[in-house]
């Protein structure tokens, strides 16, 4: 086939890992850390942080065939292992297993700002980053006004970037990549930046690039710019091709996968981390007459029950709510006592978190949950739940989906000239 | 697998863009050898330059005295040295000023020195782009070498005003110094392809090149002349590799020596070689793993 501009064959990428099994890396370490610090407690040193080596495979049996000019979406959690077959792409990692051809020049919008020298002013930048990128000298000459121009820094082009906004330093690493002319593009969730409309004009530019006839590898979290960015999308799971399709039935597979895994035992999943010693075994959603949920009305009142195989003196759980696009919206803590929450019950699952109301607007929400003890975690799950809300009323107020205006309601009331 | 071709928005595929000429193939499986190498390396030249000057410029920011700096450095060296050996120790400078004596190994050895650190961390210290996009990796210790020989380039004129000023002429031997040079470069960068390489997986390698960077003033007859090294251990001593470097400078630089000792130039030269032909040779066998490991 001689459109075929790349073609994996089996491809796999395998790590030994070398995991700290007390990390320090969580949003949970850093607030218990800080609450040492202003209780000013005196604690046990932490306990010996071991090392384990464990064997993984990013990648397995990866095989696929990519045309020229087409734009396809790689769809998958966070760990299938898009970032590593992106990587394999463009030549920064080498699979272990395998094979891939690639006709032409393969270039990434991985990282933007890859290579960006605080220091050096946006000019300076300008060159030292085409030419990292692979920009021959006269290619970047011949650009440099469209790339101020898309970039919108032409007055600060003597400035050294480090006094620049984070918003002008993102669109102008982002102008220099989109100003490059690959046979492959790869653009790994770099939309997720600026404001909405360099947004806007940063997808503009992607479909010029498409139009010219590249090819486009695009990753994001964001399933609608997905849908309207590609035709065909390729779902990734556990580092294997589980769905190669057109994009619809590709994101329809992972939003399943993702609720199917959401209703089984937790204990099957295979993808978590921690020590183990004590794992969540099962997240239940129920009302306040114990009824288990799989969709709750916002307003109401709602239970997390969390099961655990096991108890321990100072186990505590935490869990973290995300909306459809994977953006956190609010995390809870048990290590964060306070008077009101009644004594550990022996009748009762280990935890319990119980909402009065909830006030989050209508749509799918996902939850991940972990256990620690002390600063050790010993588990930690990807989507234990699927929470679905429902339109319904808080605090007198009707509570309808206000898609792309946030996903929490607050409490609140209106005065006016009535 | 499904091979389908995408419907409507597609239409791009049948007007590929004009003077789009459909580009080589490249293969990627494991433990494969890429036999366009040269060629890459060719192609991104310019990073070479580029990189290089961004360490320049980005070195001497915010500091008021620039690259003045080079040369205060170099001044105080000579200094000390100059005092520490000539005046306190006494040692005999074979007929010319000490400090000629001095300044002509110091060359070399601030070289050899600074390239040898900066090569060994240029890997670490550019570890994000590493770990994100591909070039070829070879270009990061070899624009530390060049940054270096651009300090080199100064501090060869510190010693041309320094001749000028003891009114000492050089003569026909100083053609030699290009070769001598380039002898020197290949000396460091083989050792600094090694350090480069290992420092990548391992960062105690950090601290060795540190350590031989401290320990080798000492070792090298930078402060003083090799002739003080009694005849029967100049063999011995000339192990170093940059024992024959230091003499050969001083050689060139001074109007011969009295007794230049010719063996330990043929054993500099064949280090140079063995470390320059090995340290290529282990870093592309490591390139490949270099953004997995750092």
Redesign the interface.
């Known amino acids: 086939m001689?459109?075929v501009v790349l073609n994996a064959e089996g491809l796999g990428k395998h790590?030994l890992l070398r995991h700290r099994i007390a990390g320090y890396d969580t949003l949970r370490e850093k607030i218990s850390e800080n609450l040492r610090r202003l209780t000013a407690a005196r604690r046990p040193p932490p306990g010996p942080r071991e090392a384990a080596l464990e064997e993984f495979w990013a990648l397995r049996d990866v095989?696929?065939?990519i045309?020229?000019?087409?734009?396809v979406a790689l769809i998958g959690r966070n760990g299938a292992g898009k970032s590593t077959l992106l990587?394999?792409i463009?030549?920064?990692?080498?699979?272990?297993?395998?094979?891939?051809?690639?006709?032409?020049?393969a270039a990434?919008l991985?990282?933007v700002g890859?290579?960006f020298?605080p220091?050096?002013t946006g000019r300076?930048n300008i060159?030292?980053n085409g030419?990292?990128?692979?920009m021959?000298?006269t290619e970047i000459r011949a650009k440099f006004d469209q790339i101020v121009a898309f970039a919108e820094v032409a007055q600060f082009l003597d400035t050294p970037v480090k006094r620049y906004s984070s918003g002008m330093y993102v669109r102008l690493a982002f102008s220099i990549a989109a100003h490059l002319e690959p046979?492959i593009l790869i653009v790994d969730e770099v939309l997720a930046v600026g404001d909405a409309p360099f947004q806007k004009k940063c997808l503009e530019r992607m479909s010029e690039v498409?139009?010219?006839?590249?090819t486009i590898l695009f990753v994001s979290h964001n399933l609608g710019l997905v849908r309207s960015m590609c035709?065909?999308g390729i779902l990734l799971e556990n580092g294997r091709?589980v769905c190669?399709?057109?994009v619809e039935v590709t994101v329809a597979r992972y939003l399943e996968g993702l609720e199917a895994v959401a209703s089984s035992n937790l204990l099957e999943r295979p993808q978590r981390r921690g020590t183990g010693r004590v794992r969540l075994s099962r997240l239940d959603i129920r009302d306040t007459n114990h009824a288990i949920k799989s969709s709750v009305e916002a307003g109401q009142a709602l239970q997390f029950v969390f099961h655990t195989t096991g108890r321990l003196p100072a186990l505590t759980c935490s869990f973290t709510i995300y909306d459809s696009v994977g953006q956190a919206i609010t995390c809870f803590d048990s290590a964060l006592q306070c008077d009101p929450d009644p004594a550990n019950n022996a009748d009762v699952p280990p935890f319990v978190c119980e909402l009065g109301e909830l006030f989050l607007t209508p749509g799918r929400y996902r939850i991940n949950a972990a256990l620690y003890c002390q600063d050790e975690l010993l588990d930690h799950v990807e989507s234990a739940a699927i929470l679905d809300v429902d339109p319904g009323v808080a605090r007198a107020r009707p509570v309808v989906a206000t898609p792309g205006y946030g996903s929490v309601f607050m409490p609140h009331r209106w005065m006016g000239p009535c | 697998?499904?091979?389908?071709?995408?419907?409507s928005?597609?239409a791009?595929?049948a007007?590929?863009?004009p003077g789009?000429t459909?580009?080589?193939?490249?293969?990627?499986?494991?433990?494969r050898r890429d036999s366009r190498y040269l060629l890459e390396l060719w192609?991104?030249r310019?990073?070479f330059?580029?990189?290089a000057?961004?360490d320049i410029?980005?070195r001497y920011?915010?500091t008021a005295a620039g690259i003045a700096w080079v040369l205060i450095k170099a001044i105080v060296t000579l200094l000390v040295l100059t005092v520490v050996f000539g005046r306190v120790a006494r040692l005999p400078s074979d007929g010319v000023p000490y400090p000629l004596l001095v300044f002509a190994a110091m060359l070399p050895w601030q070289f050899f020195a600074g390239a040898l650190t900066d090569c060994s961390n240029s890997l670490v210290g550019n570890g994000?782009?590493?770990?994100?996009?591909?070039?070829p990796r070879l270009i990061v210790p070899g624009s530390a070498m060049i940054v270096n020989l651009v300090d080199f380039s100064i501090s060869c004129v510190v010693l041309a005003l320094l001749l000028a000023w003891h009114g000492f002429a050089p003569d026909w031997r100083i053609l030699a110094l290009p070769l001598l040079v380039a002898l020197a470069a290949a000396l460091t960068f083989g050792a600094g392809l090694w350090f480069a390489a290992l420092t990548a997986e391992y960062r105690d390698f950090r601290f060795i090149a540190g350590f031989v960077v401290q320990l080798g003033l000492y070792i090298s007859p930078v402060g003083f002349s090799s002739s003080v090294v009694p005849e029967n251990w100049r063999a011995l001593y000339s192990l170093n590799p940059l024992v024959g470097v230091i003499d050969g400078f001083r050689w060139a630089i001074l109007r011969g020596t009295p007794d230049f000792y010719w063996p330990g130039l043929a054993i500099s030269v064949a280090i140079a070689v063995l470390l320059l032909a090995s340290g290529l040779w282990y870093f592309r066998r490591t390139e490949?793993?270099f953004?997995?490991v750092i």
């Open positions: 001689p459109d790590y095989s696929m065939q045309r020229q000019g087409e734009v990587k394999i463009s030549r920064i990692t080498e699979p272990t297993a395998g094979r891939l051809r690639i006709r032409g020049r990434s991985l990282e890859t290579g020298h220091e050096l300076e060159f030292l030419a990292i990128l692979g021959p000298k046979d498409a139009a010219m006839g590249r035709r065909r091709i190669d399709d057109l | 697998m499904i091979q389908r071709m995408p419907t928005s597609a791009a595929v007007h590929p863009a789009h459909p580009p080589q193939e490249r293969i990627i499986e494991a433990g192609h991104y310019e990073l330059y580029f990189l000057w961004r410029l980005v920011k915010q994000d782009l590493i770990s994100k996009i591909y070039f490949r793993r953004a997995d």
